[in-house]
């Protein structure tokens, strides 16, 4: 089952960013870079120091690595915090995620998660059109909202902004001091509902793992919900369920949902 693990930091940090993942074993090293989700050619290696420098200096805004067992899309933004999303397809490396987590750990990590992110299968139509209730990732189910409003099936992503809320718990979980004094997030209120809590780097940042086995997230579904609605300082889809019901219109919709968005 494929797993993402997404993490935010300063991006300031894109380069130690970088040179940590080529501190991680040999087949979670960037390989290859890429302006594209595919490699174009072999020739655009990143042990090509000055190719790969001429080639971030291109992509401001981000750019793929390709290691063998995972694929690395570096996301950068001028304002707010940038971000690293993994996309870890073999089950053989989910024992080094938290590996990654500790290498990163140099660069200033605000933020970060990892859970289960199964592809969405198609209906006969030929659609990806979904309710909640059918959602085949973590992240889906804790951070977008579906509904139907008359003939319109519409996914809303919510929860994200760090400057209002922690975006939620998942099956391993990244919180700074900074993110958690922010929102007057107690750590050792969330350690009481994980089975671990490791320190890491300099002593600011806590990876929580919540579950034994990324695939077991909709048996703890319930229960990182009640987590996530019963602490202030999270935010709670459940929250968002509760404004938009009795909902009839787009432009209402819309309108409530955007604090959220």
């Not at 380069?15 to 595919?38: C, G, M, N, R, W």
């Not at 290696?45 to 570096?74: M, Q, S, T, W």
């Not at 490791?198 to 806590?206: A, C, R």
Request: include cysteine.
């Amino acid at each position: 089952m494929p797993v993402e693990v997404v993490v935010y930091f300063d991006k300031k940090d894109i380069q130690q960013v970088i040179d940590s993942l080529q501190a991680l074993p040999t087949h979670l090293q960037p390989k290859y870079f890429s302006e594209e989700e595919t490699l174009k050619s072999k020739k655009d290696e990143v042990a090509d120091k000055k190719r790969f420098e001429k080639f971030i200096a291109r992509n401001p805004a981000g750019f793929f690595l390709f290691a063998d067992g995972c694929l690395y899309d570096l996301s950068i933004h001028e304002r707010g915090y940038s971000k690293i999303f993994c996309d870890v397809q073999n089950e053989e490396f989910y024992s080094y995620i938290p590996l990654l987590f500790q290498t990163l750990a140099s660069a200033t990590l605000i933020f970060g998660f990892a859970g289960e992110n199964q592809e969405r299968v198609p209906n006969a139509d030929g659609s990806y059109v979904i309710t909640h209730e059918e959602v085949r990732s973590e992240h889906d189910h804790r951070n977008t909202h579906f509904i139907t409003i008359g003939m319109n099936h519409i996914e809303s992503g919510v929860g994200h902004d760090l400057d209002k809320y922690i975006p939620g718990v998942y099956w391993y979980t990244l919180l700074s001091d900074e993110l958690l004094n922010k929102h007057h997030v107690d750590l050792a209120s969330l350690s009481a509902e994980a089975i671990s809590t490791e320190t890491l780097g300099d002593g600011s940042l806590h990876l929580l793992k919540f579950y034994e086995s990324p695939g077991e997230w909709k048996q703890h579904a319930e229960r990182l919900d009640n987590l996530c609605e019963r602490t202030d300082g999270i935010f709670s889809r459940r929250s968002v369920e509760s404004a938009v019901s009795g909902v009839s219109s787009y432009l209402e919709y819309n309108d409530i949902i955007a604090d959220w968005r």
